[in-house]
């Protein structure tokens, strides 16, 4: 066992998907050996993750950003924290993490791994402070090769210590099961028969559920529901979107759920109106459902979903198409049904849990050993 300590440090314990995974590797970490331990950059209260890192044997912190905007003094107390609780080495999560985390992690002697979870347009103060922050990291992870494109334009990392360890998902959770869907079904008062779409993310601009609302919104009724999984700031305006567009009775707004494959059992199909992604853990959790997947053609998704396949690809914004491939799949059962076969059958070639906490494990090791001068060992 290794018994190096390796800090996760993430932007909240809020539910999303950079969350997650930061949770599924520091629970395989601490089962490999390592002590763990995850790290808050917001002020309280902790969000719901925070209990699930705990529950997993993963040591919970908090070293907060006091204000918005750039805080200098953040990279010495996070240094100070480091040093003090002996890291060996900082895997930062997405931008806000990386810009702080980093030299951070250099001043307190410490190994850098950054995970690029998404693609972030915005350019400006962040984007030169991330830059400058790239060039403490000893290995920079993107979750698709499109992401590992995006950052290699922007200049975020020297290429050399560029590379992709696709996102992967827990299969054995995320399988179909006839009695979830009965169960979640009956919940929310939707029909056996009833035709249901549905998402899961956080509520945000980003997202863009507004788009699947809209899509969605002249195929619904009685027999025909929307589900939405997920909180977020967006989350009272989707709401009095609904309401504006006549269909409050048919869409379910479900806020965070502790069930999510359940939820995704009681689809009929799954749908990501996203602006920008990475490689949502979303769509490869779905796809393991058995779900046929619509999908913005974004970030790394379309090298997730074959067209016509597994599901189908639209222009981000794209209301218009996004409703055709809606209907599509409504008119057509046996279509659907076909799709999301093949769908499962891609999820569990290519989306496994294992596979990625391997590969960032021996990712560690390659990284510790390089700083130590010592040979990697093999796991």
């Not at 040591?59 to 204000?67: E, L, S």
């Not at 945000?204 to 699947?212: F, S």
């Amino acid at each position: 066992m290794s018994g190096e300590h390796v800090a996760h440090i993430l932007s909240s314990f809020d539910l999303g998907g950079q969350e997650r995974v930061a949770l599924d590797l520091a629970a395989s970490q601490v089962r490999a050996g390592y002590r763990v331990t995850a790290v808050s950059l917001a002020p309280p209260p902790d969000g719901p993750l925070a209990a699930e890192f705990r529950a997993a044997g993963v040591a919970v912190d908090r070293v907060a950003r006091p204000r918005p905007g750039v805080d200098p003094l953040l990279v010495l107390r996070l240094a100070r924290w480091l040093r003090g609780h002996g890291v060996d080495l900082v895997h930062t999560h997405n931008r806000m993490p990386l810009i702080y985390g980093a030299p951070a992690a250099r001043l307190a002697g410490a190994a850098v791994v950054h995970t690029k979870h998404g693609n972030n347009p915005k350019g400006g103060t962040r984007l030169i402070a991330g830059n400058l922050a790239g060039r403490f990291v000893d290995a920079f992870v993107a979750v698709s090769p499109e992401t590992a494109a995006f950052a290699r334009r922007r200049k975020e990392v020297d290429v050399r210590r560029l590379m992709v360890i696709t996102n992967g998902v827990e299969l054995a959770r995320f399988r179909p099961d006839a009695a979830a869907r009965a169960r979640v079904r009956a919940e929310l008062g939707i029909a056996a028969g009833a035709w249901v779409v549905g998402t899961v993310g956080r509520i945000a601009v980003e997202k863009n559920q507004a788009l699947l609302v809209r899509a969605a919104a002249p195929l619904l009724g009685p027999q025909a529901r929307l589900i939405v999984v997920g909180a977020g700031p967006l989350l009272p305006s989707l709401s009095e979107l609904a309401a504006a567009l006549a269909i409050t009775p048919h869409v379910h707004l479900l806020g965070v759920r502790a069930d999510v494959p359940d939820v995704l059992n009681a689809l009929d199909a799954f749908v990501l109106s996203s602006d920008t992604e990475g490689l949502p853990l979303a769509i490869p959790e779905a796809m393991a459902v058995g779900l046929p997947v619509i999908s913005t053609s974004v970030g790394g998704i379309p090298t997730v979903i074959d067209e016509g396949q597994t599901g189908w690809l639209v222009p981000p914004g794209d209301e218009a198409r996004l409703r055709e491939r809606l209907a599509r799949l409504r008119d057509d059962p046996d279509l659907a049904r076909a799709c999301g076969g093949r769908a499962r059958a891609a999820a569990l070639a290519r989306f496994s849990a294992d596979r990625m906490r391997r590969e960032y494990i021996e990712l560690y090791e390659r990284v510790l050993a390089r700083r130590s001068g010592r040979p990697a060992r093999a796991r």
